[in-house]
């Protein structure tokens, strides 16, 4: 509605941008100029599921590739006509969902409405490939083929990584994250309802939960600014299933400051158009600065209980606190698989979620493992400060 208001009487288009895509601006008006500004368009380059995935609800699950949604880094365009309608649909009918997971996907599926409304339309000049890419000389957008650098990767040193457990899990997940990632923690420490010192693990005195694991997350959160583990400047909190690049996440790192109250990794919303709020979700890593480990438990946030949701509890605090969620598409709450396969094929990923029905050292190997540990600094984009 605000960008109706504001731009809807002298714009013909609004274009959105994801902040590490680049624009050739007479390219995008000429691309844009080949459509009727007075009629309802939705233009991208489309991504379609190849299975029905349980990020999208499993919609379409007879046919999952038939609906197609943008893809964000490779910018998307509404017309204002279009615009005006979606603005009064949203101010007469509130949105039903109170979950924002992909937004991508929901935004299709609103201008979408069943088949009433428009389809995406696809724009082969709005692209993902990388600037020095022969096939970018038709793009007007391209896109930044490496993760920023912002300065020297976060020191090993300076990353202390939880890892969330229970004892039916010690000998089927635990050794999956010691074949694969471990070996990059400086300091790791295996929190479970068990102390098993064959692993080992720390028994935290918290209960174990079937869902939620709110008692255990906030265990952490203390146990990290005492004096019983190394003082660092960052906290990882991920589940015993994650599967994470640690030389890819201080790469990343590197564009925060640890001295500001940051909370960063895959953003979900609840019930955002009712002033609801955003949080991290939790299996795809939480990373928090040791500041917004700090503020979060001076305010005196705690769980209604041992089971609830600890993702969500710790964005309703954050958002009490009026401290933000910062959303990276490098992390990922689901598998490979529950992504389109165009989305994740310029992408630098930071993390995956999940066992079920894959191997997840084959996912490992594929997908994360370090292949930028001997990279240099002259390699990596180098950005001033740049908000993933």
Same mark, same amino acid.
């Given at each position: 509605?605000?960008?109706?208001?504001?731009?809807?009487?002298?714009?013909?288009?609004?274009?959105?941008?994801?902040?590490?895509?680049?624009?050739?601006?007479?390219?995008?008006?000429?691309?844009?100029?080949?459509?009727?500004?007075?009629?309802?368009?939705?233009?991208?380059?489309?991504?379609?599921?190849?299975?029905?995935?349980?990020?999208?609800?499993?919609?379409?699950?007879?046919?999952?590739?038939?609906?197609?949604?943008?893809?964000?880094?490779?910018?998307?365009?509404?017309?204002?006509?279009?615009?005006?309608?979606?603005?009064?649909?949203?101010?007469?009918?509130?949105?039903?969902?109170?979950?924002?997971?992909?937004?991508?996907?929901?935004?299709?599926?609103?201008?979408?409405?069943?088949?009433?409304?428009?389809?995406?339309?696809?724009?082969?000049?709005?692209?993902?490939?990388?600037?020095?890419?022969?096939?970018?000389?038709?793009?007007?957008?391209?896109?930044?083929?490496?993760?920023?650098?912002?300065?020297?990767?976060?020191?090993?040193?300076?990353?202390?990584?939880?890892?969330?457990?229970?004892?039916?899990?010690?000998?089927?997940?635990?050794?999956?994250?010691?074949?694969?990632?471990?070996?990059?923690?400086?300091?790791?420490?295996?929190?479970?309802?068990?102390?098993?010192?064959?692993?080992?693990?720390?028994?935290?005195?918290?209960?174990?939960?079937?869902?939620?694991?709110?008692?255990?997350?906030?265990?952490?959160? $203390?146990?990290?600014?005492? @004096?019983?583990?190394?003082?660092? %400047?960052?906290? /990882?909190?991920? !589940?015993?299933? =994650?599967?994470?690049?640690?030389?890819?996440?201080?790469?990343?790192?590197?564009?925060?400051?640890?001295?500001?109250?940051?909370?960063?990794?895959?953003?979900?919303?609840?019930?955002?158009?009712?002033?609801?709020?955003?949080?991290?979700?939790?299996?795809?890593?939480?990373?928090?600065?040791?500041?917004?480990?700090?503020?979060?438990?001076?305010?005196?946030?705690?769980?209604?209980?041992?089971?609830?949701?600890?993702?969500?509890?710790?964005?309703?605090?954050?958002?009490?606190?009026?401290?933000?969620?910062?959303?990276?598409?490098?992390?990922?709450?689901?598998?490979?698989?529950?992504?389109?396969?165009?989305?994740?094929?310029?992408?630098?990923?930071?993390?995956?979620? $999940?066992?079920?029905?894959? @191997?997840?050292?084959?996912?490992? %190997?594929?997908? /994360?493992?370090? !292949?930028?540990? =001997?990279?240099?600094?002259?390699?990596?984009?180098?950005?001033?400060?740049?908000?993933?």
């Amino acid at each position: 509605m605000i960008l109706s208001q504001s731009f809807g009487k002298n714009s013909s288009w609004i274009v959105f941008l994801e902040e590490e895509t680049n624009v050739k601006m007479t390219k995008l008006v000429q691309v844009l100029g080949k459509f009727d500004q007075n009629k309802e368009w939705f233009l991208g380059k489309p991504l379609h599921d190849e299975e029905s995935t349980i990020i999208h609800h499993y919609a379409f699950a007879e046919n999952p590739s038939v609906f197609k949604y943008p893809d964000f880094s490779a910018a998307w365009a509404l017309s204002i006509p279009l615009v005006v309608r979606l603005a009064n649909k949203v101010r007469d009918e509130p949105l039903k969902s109170d979950f924002t997971i992909d937004l991508k996907h929901e935004v299709a599926l609103y201008i979408w409405e069943n088949g009433k409304g428009q389809h995406l339309t696809a724009v082969p000049e709005l692209c993902t490939e990388p600037d020095d890419s022969p096939q970018a000389q038709h793009c007007a957008t391209t896109l930044r083929s490496l993760p920023p650098l912002c300065g020297e990767p976060v020191s090993a040193d300076d990353v202390f990584v939880a890892v969330k457990t229970c004892k039916k899990f010690h000998s089927e997940r635990v050794p999956v994250v010691k074949k694969t990632w471990e070996k990059d923690a400086l300091f790791l420490e295996y929190y479970s309802d068990h102390a098993d010192p064959s692993i080992p693990t720390i028994n935290l005195g918290v209960p174990n939960t079937e869902r939620g694991h709110c008692g255990k997350t906030f265990a952490i959160l $203390k146990r990290f600014l005492s @004096d019983d583990v190394p003082k660092t %400047n960052w906290l /990882l909190i991920v !589940d015993d299933d =994650t599967l994470i690049s640690l030389p890819r996440l201080q790469v990343l790192l590197s564009c925060y400051d640890p001295f500001e109250p940051v909370c960063l990794g895959e953003r979900y919303g609840y019930g955002l158009s009712q002033g609801g709020y955003s949080y991290i979700t939790g299996g795809g890593g939480m990373v928090f600065s040791r500041e917004a480990v700090v503020r979060l438990l001076k305010s005196g946030c705690k769980c209604y209980s041992n089971d609830a949701p600890d993702d969500m509890v710790l964005g309703m605090c954050l958002n009490a606190l009026g401290l933000p969620v910062t959303h990276s598409p490098l992390f990922h709450q689901a598998r490979p698989e529950d992504y389109a396969r165009d989305f994740l094929a310029h992408q630098v990923p930071v993390s995956f979620h $999940k066992h079920w029905n894959i @191997d997840p050292i084959a996912v490992f %190997n594929k997908w /994360l493992k370090d !292949d930028l540990r =001997t990279t240099t600094a002259g390699g990596l984009n180098k950005s001033t400060k740049t908000e993933l």
